[in-house]
């Protein structure tokens, strides 16, 4: 594809809701990345696909998020029984290759926990 | 460890002005990998540039300019000639040493007014 992309956008969960964000990498992008961003801070890293194996998860906040990337394209990061905490933005990001590649980002999904 | 600062919180300049963005790496790595990227208020991360640390040279992208000194860790950017458009925030970002994962400053907001 053109770029990365993800769905939803915007997404209103109640607290205690799971949620699942999706991200559609560039096509033929080997790693994708995902990061979490507050309001008013930089985005911090989650979590880092090679292909399907999940290589680096040391950013996930909890056990409640997960991710998922199982035929090597398409990733889901799932968050259960969500938090007011987790109200941010989840940025998507794929590189070509491994090693220090330029990351090209997605749009992001603004999560709000009411 | 390694250490992004950005000490510029937010600029505000009038259109046409030149800005400089600052930016300081402090590693123990002998080789990394920097980064510019620009927020602009629709969210998406868009990559400017991508450094590494064995090449100095400073380069010129139209209005844009980096300035790159392994002497003082700095990598600096230059907006020639500011634009509305250039409205955003700028992120400085190093690889970690050893992972695949990016560092992000905590931005640096620009505002250019008309």
């Known amino acids: 594809g053109a770029g990365v992309s993800q769905s939803p956008r915007y997404k209103v969960a109640k607290r205690g809701q799971d949620v699942a964000l999706r991200c559609d990498p560039i096509?033929?992008?080997?790693?994708l990345f995902w990061y979490q961003q507050a309001l008013g801070q930089g985005p911090e890293f989650l979590t880092y696909f090679q292909n399907e194996a999940q290589l680096d998860k040391s950013g996930l906040p909890s056990d409640r998020f997960f991710a998922e990337r199982p035929e090597g394209s398409v990733s889901t990061l799932k968050i259960q029984r969500t938090q007011q905490e987790d109200s941010a933005v989840y940025l998507c990001?794929?590189?070509?290759?491994?090693?220090?590649?330029?990351?090209?980002f997605g749009p992001g999904t603004r999560l709000l926990v009411l | 460890a390694q250490k992004v600062t950005q000490a510029q919180t937010e600029i505000s300049v009038v259109e046409k002005e030149d800005v400089t963005l600052d930016c300081v790496y402090e590693?123990?790595?002998?080789?990394?990998?920097l980064f510019w990227y620009k927020q602009p208020p629709s969210g998406e991360l868009v990559f400017l540039i991508r450094?590494?640390?064995?090449?100095?040279q400073n380069e010129i992208s139209g209005r844009y300019s980096w300035n790159f000194q392994k002497s003082t860790s700095s990598f600096n950017f230059t907006i020639t000639a500011s634009q509305v458009v250039d409205s955003a925030v700028y992120f400085c970002a190093p690889y970690q040493g050893g992972s695949e994962k990016l560092v992000f400053g905590k931005g640096t907001k620009l505002t250019v007014n008309p």
């Open positions: 450094r590494n640390s064995f090449d100095e």
């Open positions: 590693t123990r790595d002998t080789t990394y990998y």
């Open positions: 990001a794929s590189s070509r290759d491994r090693w220090k590649e330029t990351q090209y």
């Open positions: 096509s033929g992008h080997v790693s």
